[in-house]
């Protein structure tokens, strides 16, 4: 019995120092001076589920790049980044998401399975991380992986994710749903980053930085 103790003992402390560790990490990205790089969207797990209005070539060739570019194009009046995240150090790189979202299989992009809204796990998130290659960048990224872009739940259900890129480590990734509005394919979901942007703003900025930042 005595043995069976130690060996939990053992594990919990090192699972205590894997934390403190990750925690330690991800510390930095919610200081105000850190840089911050938005890389985009990546759509290849993404499954759009009961919405027939658009082919699933449409929405590979033009709607997922619409959305990923409205999201930039508008970032001062709607979709703000760098004052939801309060960084005074924000820029732009959609080019690694656009290469990779090339690469996905439109024959999987639409679904009739409401279970796909939440099909992801945070092991799936990092599978998708490690497919990119941040050779030659510096700094953090921020990456939402959109999970479901759904007609029947009127919602988008994506991970917004935060990367050291030298490393190509996932320091953060968390689940996050945004009520869709608007007309038109493009506008109805980027509707949903734009909830995301709000509720970061309003609440989860201030719950990352008690979780991480103030972690010693």
Do not use: H
């Not at 990923?68 to 995240?85: G, H, I, M, S, T």
């Not at 998130?125 to 990119?132: R, T």
């Not at 919602?155 to 490393?167: E, H, K, L, R, W």
């Amino acid at each position: 019995m005595k043995s069976m103790l130690k060996k939990l003992l053992c594990v919990l402390l090192v699972a205590g120092s894997v934390n403190t560790g990750f925690a330690q990490k991800a510390k930095p990205v919610f200081a105000p001076e850190t840089p911050i790089v938005y890389l985009g969207i990546d759509f290849t797990e993404t499954r759009v589920v009961n919405d027939a209005v658009a082919t699933a070539t449409d929405i590979k060739a033009r709607f997922f790049p619409g959305i990923n570019q409205v999201v930039v194009n508008e970032a001062e009046k709607k979709y703000d980044w760098q004052k939801a995240l309060d960084k005074s150090n924000l820029s732009n790189d959609l080019s690694l998401v656009t290469a990779m979202n090339e690469t996905l299989d439109e024959s999987k992009i639409r679904s009739t399975n409401t279970a796909d809204e939440r099909r992801l796990t945070e092991a799936d998130v990092k599978k998708v991380i490690a497919k990119y290659n941040f050779k030659g960048k510096e700094g953090v990224g921020l990456m939402l992986v959109m999970e479901s872009l759904s007609k029947t739940a009127e919602a988008g259900t994506m991970y917004v994710t935060f990367i050291d890129m030298p490393s190509g480590k996932v320091l953060i990734t968390e689940r996050m749903t945004g009520k869709a509005q608007g007309f038109g394919f493009r506008n109805y979901y980027a509707y949903t980053v734009y909830k995301v942007i709000q509720e970061i703003k309003k609440n989860k900025i201030s719950e990352w930085r008690t979780k991480y930042a103030s972690r010693k």
